[in-house]
């Protein structure tokens, strides 16, 4: 199959013995130490993500006036989900 010229390198980077085994721990993400959306949650329970596409000019909008006024993104939109929607039982 591989006859070319690092044919024998290629060969050699396949074994098994060669292979890296190691699987990460925990891929799961989560909020930065300092960053507190302000709403009790279940801390238990995974966080995932939320994609929503708006105009690149709003959200530079929306992301500095967040940062002026000492908050995060992610909280704003938690907080207007949680007051329109509620929360599960």
């Given at each position: ?26 891929q799961n993400t989560g909020l ?37 006024q000492g908050t995060t993104m ?16």
């Amino acid at each position: 199959m591989t006859t070319g010229r690092y044919g024998d390198l290629i060969k050699k980077a396949r074994e098994p013995e060669n292979q890296n085994a190691n699987l990460p721990v925990n891929q799961n993400t989560g909020l930065p130490e300092s960053q507190n959306t302000g709403l009790p949650e279940n801390q238990n329970e995974p966080e995932v993500n939320l994609c929503v596409k708006v105009p690149k000019s709003l959200r530079q909008h929306w992301a500095a006036e967040a940062k002026r006024q000492g908050t995060t993104m992610t909280a704003v939109i938690m907080a207007a989900l949680s007051d329109r929607f509620g929360k599960p039982d």
